[in-house]
């Protein structure tokens, strides 16, 4: 075989292992739906497990807001995980009586749901440390809106679960907050614009909203940030993405907590109920917070 024809076979053979490769790669980091039967219900969730994710590696829940669905695609965590090798868990949550998806955190309208949500997505926890070698200790739960909601109420109620939770234009029901005291503070990162007009950012004990009574952005943290028993707040601002509408981003951070634990809040001003990925890249600042409290 002439040098001409080595090389090109060469080529071909490296451009074939390239597709290959890249296909194996694809494969490997395709997010799969699974299912799974909690309190006799079959429950759906999607996973995304990056190529050569170790054993014990992290997991992290991503709860989605009412009326969503476990879509990856509506968030900027796959390409965080596949750089940091911690793998997603998408759960999907029930309809309710307004035929509507969601997570029963006691809404007035939720008040007929029989749907357990925090012991489904503890077993469900527990179910994917086993099944993909996941980590028990390093277990993390973030969630937009009403998944935000549900974060706050699993740490109040599950600690021993979920290391940290990061709920994002997430709430703390009056109720809880009433009904609960947790024994184990975990740490805390919330995401809030100050013009969510969903998720009013001074609260709304009144129910003017219909969501039920819930407290104001900076009474919830301040439970967190007194239950950690932090010392010390740093404030800074975060430079944003996007310099044109008007957002700018305040971090306070609370810290030397018991156990190092912290609590984070960024305060997204003239921000409205979203993910606020437009101003700041949302997935890589939780996870900056859940990877500190690796254990």
């Known amino acids: 075989m002439n040098s001409l024809c080595k090389t090109v076979c060469f080529g071909l053979l490296m451009q074939i292992g390239f597709i290959f490769c890249s296909q194996s790669m694809s494969a490997a980091t395709e997010n799969k739906t699974y299912h799974y039967k909690v309190d006799g219900i079959d429950r759906s969730f999607v996973m995304h497990l990056p190529l050569g994710l170790p054993n014990n590696a992290p997991l992290v829940f991503v709860l989605h807001g009412y009326t969503g669905t476990a879509n990856p695609n509506d968030y900027d965590l796959d390409d965080v995980a596949d750089k940091n090798k911690f793998a997603i868990c998408y759960p999907q949550g029930v309809k309710d009586g307004q035929g509507k998806t969601c997570w029963n955190v006691g809404y007035p309208f ?65 109720w809880v907050y009433r009904k609960y005291d947790c024994p184990n503070p975990i740490p805390l990162f919330e995401v809030h614009g100050t013009e969510d007009r969903v998720s009013e950012w001074m609260g709304d004990l009144d129910n003017k909203g219909g969501w039920g009574a819930y407290l104001p952005i900076p009474v919830a943290i301040g439970y967190w940030v007194a239950k950690n028993r932090c010392t010390q707040e740093v404030i800074d601002t975060l430079p944003v993405k996007n310099t044109q509408n008007g957002h700018y981003v305040i971090t306070h951070k609370y810290i030397n907590g018991i156990d190092g634990h912290e609590v984070w809040l960024y305060q997204v001003v003239n921000g409205t109920h979203c993910w606020s990925n437009v101003d700041l890249n949302t997935g890589e600042e939780i996870w900056k917070f859940f990877r500190k409290f690796i254990k």
Do not use: W
């Open 110 to 174: 939720q008040q007929d749901m029989k749907i357990d949500d925090v012991n489904f997505l503890c077993e469900l926890a527990k179910h994917l440390q086993k099944t993909f070698h996941l980590s028990s200790k390093n277990t993390f739960c973030t969630g937009m809106s009403n998944g935000g909601e549900m974060c706050y109420l699993l740490a109040y109620t599950r600690p021993d679960v979920f290391a940290a939770v990061a709920p994002i234009s997430g709430l703390t029901m009056e």
